[in-house]
């Protein structure tokens, strides 16, 4: 190549001399021998230093510009060559001019092979106007192929490039893109062009409005239909006499970049409303079947059908992210997609058990779908799968199965298990299907999600119901577990508040002495206490009252707790809080200065107020409190709190009416 590229250096020189812009047959032989050295086994370690003797065949006005920008092209295909190949652009952006469909198509070959995965190459490109030019060029009525190798270098030369994919959907590509999609359809390679350019621009937040004007969602659903049904002639037929093995191999690429391309489409909640309304969530179902099967000595479990089962699955998973396109699918009869992931959950292949897990878990999400899920066969198909990834007992050593562990299959059965739990008439369904047991099992896992769902999942059986309450806080293995994340050991502050609040449900839904007992003597009330200090006033509510429910019961026990953690000291600045915001004018609430609601301050009175009960002379206090009603019937608390050692106590106010 290097020797061709030196001659063809030597008769550009005698042409200037001689015979400048005309058409000299060596110069043309010079270029077909490199075309055809280029088709065959050429080495790839040539420097290729004289490549740069192209550039006066790249200009619009040679009658050799096609078959130079060819070359290029050639060249470019070999990823060793991109960066040589960059000293090019200049002469092969001016060929955007030309009117020559031959050579704009090589110039649009040469283009997007030099900007693939190149990034020096996609900068140079971005600092001009090349990409509009382009653009422009597809509005044209150049052939299918030219304006889909065009699509392709507008796909290269913008991948990664935000500000250049925002001017060029401001430009309108999209709706080009739309409109040459329909004309390049029966055209497979033509087609991987488009989707190379969609595929780059889908995920914008731009880009959503824009596909909602055109055709798109249901263009690429009808292609990923037509993909879908060749696959399956293919499978019962056997591959047609005229299709080659590489063809099928592009056919199988081909349907996962369509699932790409629409999985990044998908990240907006309207198209995936219009991707549901197209049918496409019925046409992954047979996808994934299709997946499942082997077909031409091809093992179900193949590398490529286990990449194309997992796409079609998680782009499933996806749809149901969006609300209304979720209630959309949730459909009933044997042959929904509800249907269809239940049993996923019984798959031997672990992706599709995930994706069943989590779809479930998204079907979940609101009260009705929960209730008519736990009517039907969801949670002994979650139970079971969680059972089958518990972690090894102290009894057996193991769960006696083969089944490896994966954390993410257990925090997306949990995750469904949970949102199952919020609807009052499930809980005790759910307990009667055996969940406590099941899920109390992973309390040795060291993963912060699955902790922070199986937190979760308790504290949602444990709300309104004094028997789950009284069976997990008289377990004092429970309420240490609990007690050790509440402390922060784990490393999820998500896990630390979750923990906290379930500590708190314990006593608050249980109002049993016992338990009190047992959330002191493992170490509660400090978490407790430190929950107080809580940025939330639900969780503030949730600790003062446990708090006051344990002094009820278990107050000698619990006082020492109650110095050690420093409870009148976090009582105080409590209240102070609450003085400061009933000052005139009072402040405006901040980040370190919150308003603190009514009810909160209500609550830590009740607490207060039972703590003083105790007689104990380390508590005596001297409250001066003034209560005033507003219009809404809320109450404001000015609270001045004075620590009187040696004081006796006044008598105190009846506090039942703040719980």
Known sequence: MDELLERLGRVTLQESEKQAGQRTGEAEICLDTMLKTLSSDWTEKEELNALSSLTPFLSPSHPLADKAAQVVAEVAKKEVHRSVCISLLSSLLSLLDSEQPKVLLHTGRALGNICYDNPPAQEVVSQTDAPILALGLLKSNHTPRVCAVLAGFIGNCCRGDEPLQRRLVQAGLLGNL???????????????????????????????????????????????????????????????EHETESQGESERERRETILDVIAAMAEHDEVKERLVSAGLPQLLLRAVKECQKGSQGEHPGSEERLAELKAASDLLVLLLLGEVAMQNVFGEGEDSVLSATLHWLDSPTPHLQLAGALAIANFARSDDNCIRLVKGEAVPRLLELLRRQAPPSTEDGGNGSQVPYDETLQHAALSALRNLAIPAVNKPRLVE??????????????????????????RMLTEGQSSVALCLGQRSDVAHRLVEWSEGRSQSTGVVAEASRLLSALPRHSRDKEVCRVSVEVGAVVPLVAMINSQFPLMQCEALLALTIISQFCLEKAVPYFHDSGLIEVLTTLFRSAASATSSPPP?????????????????????????????????????????????????????IVLAFSFPLPPLPHFSTFF
């Open 178 to 240: 739309s409109t040459l999609l329909e004309r390049v359809r029966c055209h497979g390679n033509l087609t991987d062009m488009v989707l190379v350019a969609l595929g780059n621009v889908a995920s914008l937040d731009l880009s959503r409005e824009e596909i909602l004007k055109t055709p798109l969602c249901s263009q690429l659903v009808a292609l990923l239909r037509d993909s879908v049904e060749r696959k399956q002639t293919v499978d019962c037929q056997g591959t047609p």
């Open 433 to 458: 299907f055996g969940v406590l047991d099941t899920v109390l099992a992973f309390l040795p896992t060291n993963s912060s999600p699955v902790q922070f769902r199986l937190i979760g999942t308790l």
């Open 588 to 640: 405006s609430p901040s980040p370190t200065h919150p308003e603190v609601p009514p009810e909160v301050i209500a609550n830590g009175l009740a607490l207060l107020a039972s703590v003083l009960h105790s007689g104990e002379r380390d508590f005596a206090i001297f409250c001066d409190l003034r209560i005033k009603n507003t219009k809404t019937h809320k109450c404001l608390v000015y609270a001045n």
